[in-house]
């Protein structure tokens, strides 16, 4: 089943400066121990744009160590500062894009915002049989939900970083499909 990971900032500083935090999304949506998950992509976008898309098909060489992942997310933010100049590819299978949060929900049946009340998470999954989206607000200042009608998914996004919030999905989703 393929999995859509959508980390939505108030704006492209906001990116910026949860760095260290995004290079943890980017290691929990795509990597497993023996390599990288071929049924999950990543998106950190700021919500009309612009965005960083890592396309797992088209992913090279990449580690889960923070330090390497920083220096792509540091060179494709780099690149989203010039808005004009994209879509540019800051590393096999990294692109930055002009596209906001609407862009990568179209074509979704199965779209869920995280939040701290709605749809309980196993439920909600098991009558799940085709690909979905999980929208993962980095801040108080993401937290719309406007215009992608998305379920309401109940997590404790207020004690758990985003990070954990995708591995806990991920998770679930391994046991259900197992």
């Known amino acids: 089943m393929k999995r859509r990971f959508i980390v939505v900032a108030g704006d492209l500083e906001e990116l910026a400066s949860q760095i260290a935090l995004l290079a943890r999304c980017v290691s929990a949506a795509l990597m497993i121990s023996h390599g990288l998950r071929r049924d999950s992509d990543l998106v950190l976008a700021v919500a009309g744009g612009p965005s960083i898309h890592f396309v797992t098909q088209k992913l090279r060489n990449v580690l889960p160590d923070e ?4 220096g792509m997310l540091e060179k494709a933010l780099r690149l989203c500062r010039e808005a004009r100049r994209l879509p540019q590819t800051a590393h096999s299978g990294v692109v930055a894009t002009p596209h906001g949060v609407e862009h990568y929900v179209a074509g979704f049946r199965y779209k869920f915002f995280l939040s701290t009340s709605g749809a309980d998470p196993r439920s909600a999954l098991q009558r799940v049989s ?5 929208l993962l607000p980095l801040s108080e200042e993401a937290t719309s939900n406007e215009g992608w009608d998305a379920i309401k998914f ?11 919030v995708i591995a806990l999905i991920n998770i ?5 499909l197992a």
């Open 67 to 70: 330090g390497s992942l920083l």
């Open 154 to 164: 109940k997590l404790p996004i207020g004690e758990l970083w985003p990070d954990q």
């Open 172 to 176: 679930i989703l391994d046991r259900l």
């Open 130 to 134: 085709d690909a979905a989206v999980f």
